[in-house]
């Protein structure tokens, strides 16, 4: 079963800028479509953007212009840069593969907790 670890949340200031890593125990990205999930307090999850299996991005309206998808293949890994970081993106950020019907199991996230 392929394993998939969130990394880098933290407490952040508003119009600060976090990286967060999504580390995967195979080399999955190739293969699979992917996306950064978050989850904020009172609300459904809900899909941040996404990433091909070649490599193109999108994203959602809220988060368009100041989020950034990147992967690194040679390390498994892909990215989230959250740029001019904004209160309403307090939440706990997943990854996943981007079809419902081949996601694995939720972990437990990353934090990112915006505040002044």
């Known amino acids: 079963q392929v394993q998939l670890v969130e990394s880098g949340g933290g407490l952040v200031q508003p119009g600060g800028s976090l990286r967060l890593s999504c580390g995967a125990s195979t080399s999955i990205f190739s293969f699979y479509a992917m996306g950064w999930y978050r989850q904020a307090p009172g609300k459904q999850r809900e899909l941040v953007g996404s990433m091909s299996t070649s490599g193109s991005t999108n994203y959602a309206d809220s988060v368009k212009g100041r989020f950034t998808i990147s992967r690194n293949s040679a390390k498994n890994t892909m990215y989230l840069q959250m740029n001019r970081i904004q209160p309403e993106d307090t939440a706990v950020y997943y990854c996943?593969?981007?079809?419902?019907?081949?996601?694995?199991?939720w972990g437990q996230g990353t934090q990112v907790t915006v505040s002044s």
């Open positions: 996943n593969r981007l079809l419902k019907t081949l996601f694995l199991p």
